[in-house]
């Protein structure tokens, strides 16, 4: 059974500071690792990861995969109190024709100002 | 472009009650899932369907849960009886093709809260 476990569950930090969420997985014929934002609605997407050590970033917001060690690490410098969300890291599986998404339970953020 | 559009948002209802959730997907996207959310938890996957087949259904509860996407496009789904640990947030989302390389990304509509008591 795949199995994605993220860390910490919850985290609380002021604005300014720098956080890095963590999730590592167990998953066979592994096709790729997502990071999602989740506030009060649905999920949107961060970043997908598909190869070792090549970091992709977007702003403020960073993340790389080591698909050695089987885990991700997502970077967010410089909080800010909108970065409060949810953070869920998934990875998809390939099966045949069936590629499907296991999700771990998440990390809360929670920025103070 | 327009997203994924879910009804109601909301639900509340009596355990053993039925209820039935919408889900239109994102125009051209062929695969539609369903997730159940349990606070706490990350969504978990209901079912999958590609055009109007089902590709995957195995976390379906399937003697209280159906779903169906009959011409393709919008789906739904359905609990009869209801019970209380089926409080949770239904999300479904779509992607626009399974399995196309460079395009797993799956978007997520609003979703549907249930609170059942």
């Known amino acids: 059974e795949d199995k994605v476990v993220q860390s910490p569950l919850s985290l609380v930090v002021h604005e300014g500071d720098t956080v890095t969420l963590n999730c590592s997985y167990e998953?066979?014929?592994?096709?790729?690792l997502l990071w999602y934002k989740q506030e009060k609605k649905a999920p949107t997407f961060l970043f997908m990861l598909?190869?070792?050590?090549i970091e992709k970033k977007s702003g403020r917001l960073s993340s790389i995969l080591d698909k050695k060690e089987l885990f991700s690490i997502l970077n967010i410098t410089a909080t800010q109190t909108g970065d409060s969300a949810i953070y869920l890291c998934?990875?998809?599986?390939?099966?045949?024709?069936?590629?499907?998404?296991?999700f771990g339970k998440g990390t809360l953020l929670t920025v103070n100002p | 472009e327009a997203g994924v559009a879910q009804s109601p948002r909301y639900k509340i209802i009596e355990k053993r009650q039925s209820v039935a959730f919408w889900c239109n997907p994102i125009?051209?996207?062929?695969?539609l899932y369903w997730y159940q959310q349990i606070l706490g938890q990350g969504p978990k996957l209901l079912i999958q369907?590609?055009?109007?087949?089902?590709?995957?259904d195995s976390q379906l509860p399937k003697d209280r849960f159906s779903a169906e996407r009959l011409k393709g496009v919008d789906s739904t789904l359905k609990i009869q009886p209801a019970k209380l640990e089926d409080s949770a947030v239904y999300l479904c989302?779509?992607?626009?093709?399974?399995?196309?390389?460079?395009?797993?990304?799956?978007?997520f509509g609003p979703g549907t809260r249930l609170t059942v008591t």
């Open positions: 989302a779509s992607s626009l093709k399974l399995g196309l390389a460079g395009e797993p990304q799956q978007y």
């Open positions: 998953v066979t014929n592994f096709r790729s």
């Open positions: 598909t190869s070792s050590g």
């Open positions: 998934a990875v998809e599986r390939r099966g045949g024709s069936n590629y499907k998404l296991t």
């Open positions: 125009s051209g996207h062929a695969t």
């Open positions: 369907f590609q055009n109007n087949g089902v590709v995957d």
